[in-house]
């Protein structure tokens, strides 16, 4: 039987509250009596409980974050490490703390609503093939900008790419190696430039990125349905 790799979580909180018209990072906006992060991190904790989780929040939030966990008296084990200036060096300041052989999730602090199912789908299709990016189909007809306007393209040839993004620690390492570029808007953009295939896993519509005013309702909504 092949030996189980250790298991990561990097959860990157870089937000502030600007999009959202809130004096508070959107992190730590409350939802459910609690901030969107702790929902986070606790869903990767239900997940498995013995994975390694690695907050990464803005190194003026550091102080925050550790007074908001006294206040809600949250338990789960986790490090935290600054970040970097773009979400790009976020995630390296959080590779950081992965050491030796791994799987390593790369999360975005505020999809508290990813299901459990979805993080062990992931982390299986990681362990088969290094790669795993949680992606869902779009509802809504599509349609490419050209030169001259726009043309109807096939929705089916399309997925709406969400997170965990799931890879081997040595592909991400070696990933992000490599100088920032504008194109990577993404985990799986940086993989992808070194060679690496990118294996799709089928997410949930619930798994909403909590950006703006209308995604806080969305939000007490699926809490409360749980």
């Given amino acids: 039987m092949a030996k189980q790799l250790p298991e990561y979580a990097i959860i990157v909180a870089g937000g502030s509250g600007s999009r959202m018209q809130h004096d508070l990072p959107k992190q730590f906006i409350q939802v459910a009596g609690k901030p969107i992060l702790m929902h986070t991190i606790e869903q990767f904790y239900n997940y498995n409980p013995t994975i390694r989780l690695i907050v990464v929040l803005p190194k003026e939030q550091l102080d925050t974050w550790r007074e908001l966990c006294k206040q809600h008296a949250f338990k789960v084990f986790h490090m935290t490490v600054p970040g970097g200036a773009t979400r790009f060096g976020s995630v390296k300041n959080g590779l950081g703390a992965v050491m030796g052989d791994g799987l390593v999730a790369v999360h975005d602090g505020v999809r508290p609503f990813v299901e459990t199912e979805t993080i062990k789908r992931a982390f299986e299709t990681a362990a088969t093939y290094g790669s795993a990016v949680v992606a869902v189909s779009p509802k809504d007809s599509i349609r490419e900008l050209t030169a001259d306007g726009s043309i109807a393209v096939l929705r089916a040839n399309y997925k709406l ?66």
């Fill in 161 to 226: 790419v969400q997170t965990p993004q799931i890879f081997s620690a040595a592909i991400l390492h070696k990933a992000y190696e490599q100088p920032e570029q504008e194109y990577f808007t993404d985990d799986a953009s940086v993989v992808e430039s070194i060679g690496e295939k990118i294996m799709l896993v089928e997410g949930s519509y619930r798994n909403i990125k909590i950006t703006t005013p209308e995604d806080l309702i969305l939000a007490e909504a699926f809490a409360t349905s749980v």
